[in-house]
């Protein structure tokens, strides 16, 4: 079965960093598309960061110069590492694995929690 473990969420002040790890089994990791979602209370969700197999990134202009997404397709597992933090990235972080096809495979975490606090 399809399993997308998310880790590295917490909590952290203004101005630091965090990395989030995202551990997937059960799908041909190098095929899919990796995404990272977040959704703060109230909040519509919304892509952080995305990273195609071969490599290419794409950004939201709210992270752009802070977030790096990376993947090691050796161990089923994409990153993203968060610089420069600000309370308006506090909010639940979501990995996504996406393939398009004759059939849409796209699966989802559980979530991590990134709280950015003094």
């Known amino acids: 079965q399809v399993q997308l473990v998310e880790s590295g969420g917490g909590l952290v002040q203004p101005g630091g960093s965090l990395r989030l790890s995202c551990a997937a089994s059960?799908?041909?990791?190098?095929?899919?598309?990796m995404n990272w979602y977040r959704q703060a209370p109230g909040k519509q969700r919304e892509l952080v960061a995305s990273i195609a197999s071969g490599g290419n990134t794409n950004y939201a202009d709210s992270v752009k110069g802070r977030f790096t997404i990376s993947r090691d397709n050796a161990k089923n597992t994409v990153y993203l590492q968060m610089n420069s933090l600000k309370p308006e990235d506090t909010a639940g972080y979501y990995c996504?694995?996406?393939?398009?096809?004759?059939?849409?495979?796209?699966?989802w975490g559980q979530g991590t929690q990134v709280t950015v606090s003094s």
């Open positions: 996504n694995a996406l393939k398009a096809g004759l059939v849409i495979d796209n699966y």
């Open positions: 059960g799908i041909r990791f190098s095929f899919f598309l």
